[in-house]
């Protein structure tokens, strides 16, 4: 009777796992999606800004959109530093990050 017992409780604590990095996929995407929404206007505004000034040309083009593609990302400097990703307060990021935190705090 115990060795089924510990099995239910083990299983329990592996579904609710799945469960809860299952809600983290979803507002890990949230988040993203939220950011994208709000990154895209700047990111697009950037690459025509650098295509008037580099010249209207498919290689102008390619070029300023391969450079602007991590728009927004976090920066990692030589000196260790770091500037945050753009962006990353929204309420839909918030509400991730809470998530892991809560996660990580059970998960001990």
Known sequence: MKTHNLTFCGLLIIST???ANNDIQTLTKNCEDAR???LMPLRNEAIAECISKDGKSNDAKNKCER???DFGAAIHFKSGGHKERMFNDLPECLKLY???????STER
């Open 17 to 19: 796992t799945a469960i």
């Open 36 to 38: 994208q929404q709000k």
């Open 67 to 69: 450079f602007y593609a």
């Open 98 to 104: 809470e998530a892991e935190k809560k996660n990580k």
